[in-house]
């Protein structure tokens, strides 16, 4: 898969569908990125505004270490703390490649039974199906503004 000299990164979009007891299967794809990449199949799960990311571990501890180095009495960095870091939990893929996502998560990201999975080169996303459809509206609706700003980004 790729060239040798090719950085595996989290890409793509995969349907998949989570079970009663909130297992997901991850895509093979991104198993073998945790795998070779990251060399273990250990993710950080935690909630957006939307949806959930999740972040192999050596990705999760530099997100760590940049929020401890925040002001820590400052409201915002409070509230980004208490639901992206206080949030986050800790998923093993099991042997068929799946992980157990916690009710509240589930909850918060409104997690039925057909999920869209989104790679986003150094995490992916959880998306429940009808979220995702209703975010992609929204921002094929205001693509060109995001292009301008990446332009000026130098993208």
Known sequence: MGNKGTQKTFSGRYHHTIDAKGR????????????????EEKIK???????????????????????????????????????FISGAVECNL????????????REHAGLKKEIVIAGMINRFEIWDKERWENEMKRLIENFEKY?????????
């Open 24 to 39: 997901l299967s991850i895509p093979s794809q991104f198993r073998e990125v945790l795998r070779e990449k990251y060399k």
């Open 45 to 83: 799960l935690t909630s957006l505004a939307n949806s959930l990311v999740a972040y192999p571990m050596p990705e999760w501890a530099i997100i760590e270490e940049k929020v401890s180095k925040l002001p820590q009495m400052k409201p915002e960095v409070r509230r980004f703390q208490l639901l």
């Open 94 to 105: 099991d042997k068929q490649g799946r992980i157990l996502i916690p009710p509240a998560l």
């Open 147 to 155: 292009c301008e700003v990446l332009a000026e980004l130098g993208i």
